[in-house]
């Protein structure tokens, strides 16, 4: 690294404490950390506070508050509202429907696949779009051209449409294909759909990256002591990319989030018996009028995880990249750009 | 320029075949249920499942049964199977629904997008400007899937204000059918107000350094002709290519999760109500009348670019 500001720091620790700096960044990390310990205590909280499983149906049931016996659904099938800790932790956010299973038992079950597809996902995407990146940025030729050929269309594609279509088609006929076989209720049926959507918004950035980086001194000399193409490819370019691609992967857990979360909403996403914070929104829409917090905390939930996650990664872009004038905007487009359910316009910006 | 239109028409439709292609693909051949049955529904009878046999020609090659279907979807012939309606009169009989919730929430999300976007640009770093970055990452956060229920909770069922939802027809009544796209019309707009406003502020800083506003500012100009003359209106070519494919994103995307909230009766609930049932049919129109609709948008989009913007079509021809 030329021009390194401090002998003794690398960049990488300069960045992070260029991070760290910034509280609302850290402000918001402690609540992302705190969104995945709480999905991660899910079995805990199950087991020994609520004494239930996030399928598990009280529809009879009854539970003792104050010494007296209440319905967990009631007669006319209203499910009880938020009890605290009124019954020891049990039915802490109250049932969630007619089925009187433990809303908070759900919550965290819920968060648990959320993340894990999100997560997942995002992963997926991004290997895939550095793999793609490079391979179009270095060889260019037709190799370029097939590869931001075929980024261009899934771009100008309805994606959110179609990959709703995939899902509804793939959760209701299972999927085949030679030795690989999955069942219609596969957690990898919605991963893979959100993935392969998603590669054109982190491939086209950085396929522009490295065609500009392939260019440099670095590279020329790489080839001249005569390294391989793979060699150049992921030994030489592949590191300058790091900070492009772990913001990227960031803000697109972000977004794949929102996305699953729309699919599984409308039921072409996450199936049961497993179940997502999407896939809550359903129940409680439903029952929007009898206990609105139902379809609510899910959601917030979710925007909570979205915005830490963006606030998130813009951080990063600004630790990383001090001299990027972008900043928050750089975000802002992304978000706009890869927003399967939303925006997805930023096409022109970029 | 002929040339340009014509490669872009070749373009859309290589994308569009590429589409159909995929979704034969997704719905024929990789489930490894029969694909009669899935079309059939999940409480078929068996003769309805050899109709459908015989009817779609699953016997016949791959290429023939991609043929079957393509023709189907042209002639309008393709049906959902219990009851037995089809699925083109639905989606027309949908249509101005949708219209209506996407064109309002795009005056709004337009109107707004600028308003912010001018009053901030003018006064760059001032607290409108902060004020106005927070809300649009905060606005992008938020799911339509969050807002639409607290929007519905707080103003339909606790201020009983709007109805919570359901579509009455213009024709109809055009007061009823303000007030009950008003919330849908706001959870639709929100996302993009921000970002919008983001958008136009960030050109307009951008013109703002361009010779001819300093030379319209030297020939003595009043700096609101400036603003709004020459910065905001050269400002608008992006924002308006943009707003193509916003739009079409969001017929296809945003809004058949809010026709699913609002219960508004459109193509997105139609859609909606298939997938909750997992009746294929109407999935596989909807995703493919919509996919061919929004890439006709996004080709004309392009064009009127081009078109508006020499620089456009005169880049691509030199990069060749």
Known sequence: ?350 | MTRFIVRRLVGMVAVLFAVSVVVFVVFMVLPKQNPAQSLAGKNATPLLVENIEAEWGFDDPLPQQYLTMMEKLFTGELVQYEPRIEVDDKIIEGIPATFSLTIGAAVIWLFFGLLLGYLSAIRAGGWLDRLLTGVSIAGISIPVFLLAPVLIYLFANQLEIFPNGQYVPFSEDPWEWAKHLILPWVTLAAISIGFYSRVVRSNMLDVMNEDYVRTARAKGLGERQVMTRHVLRNSLIPVITLFGLDFGATIAGTAIITEAIYDIDGVGLYAAEAVEKFELPPIMGVALYGSFFVVFMNTLVDIAYAYLDPRVRLGESASE
């Open chain 1, 1 to 350: 690294m030329p021009n390194e500001p401090s002998a003794e720091r690398g960049p990488w620790s300069l960045a992070l404490r260029r991070f760290f700096r910034n509280r609302l960044a850290v402000a918001f990390l402690g609540v992302f950390v705190l969104i995945v310990l709480f999905v991660l205590a899910a079995p805990l909280w199950a087991e020994h506070v609520a004494e239930t499983g996030p399928n598990e149906e009280h529809i009879v049931e009854q539970i003792t508050v104050d010494g007296e016996k209440l319905d967990v659904v009631s007669v006319e099938g209203k499910p009880i509202g938020p009890q605290w800790f009124a019954a020891d932790g049990k039915f802490f956010l109250g049932a969630d429907g007619r089925l009187g299973r433990d809303e908070m038992v759900r919550l965290m079950y819920g968060g648990r696949i959320s993340l894990l597809v999100a997560i997942s996902a995002a992963l997926i995407s991004t290997m895939l779009a550095v793999v793609l990146g490079l391979l179009a940025g270095y060889f260019r030729g037709w190799t370029d051209t097939v590869i931001a050929r075929v980024l261009d269309a899934i771009w100008s594609l309805p994606v959110f449409l179609i990959a709703l279509s995939i899902g509804v088609a793939l959760a209701t006929g299972g999927f085949k294909l030679g030795p690989l076989e999955l069942s219609g209720g596969s957690l990898i049926i919605p991963i893979g759909i959100i993935s392969i959507f998603t590669v054109p918004y982190i491939a086209r950035p950085i396929r522009g990256q490295v065609l500009a980086l392939s260019e440099k001194e670095f590279v020329e000399a790489a080839v001249a002591q005569g390294a391989g193409p793979l060699r150049v490819m992921f030994g030489e370019i592949l590191p300058n990319l790091a900070s492009t691609v772990i913001v990227f992967f960031t803000l697109m857990i972000a977004n794949a989030m929102i996305f699953e979360a729309g699919l599984s909403f409308l039921g072409a996403g996450v199936q049961p018996p497993n179940s997502s914070w999407g896939a809550m929104i359903t129940t409680g829409v439903e029952l929007l009028k009898v206990q609105p917090l139902l379809a609510i905390l899910p959601g917030a939930m979710i925007m909570l995880t979205v915005l830490s996650l963006n606030i998130i990664g813009d951080a990063l872009r600004d630790a990383l990249d001090p001299r990027g004038k972008q900043r928050l905007d750089a975000a802002l487009q992304f978000e706009a750009q890869a927003g399967a359910t939303g925006t997805q316009g930023g096409a022109a910006l970029s």
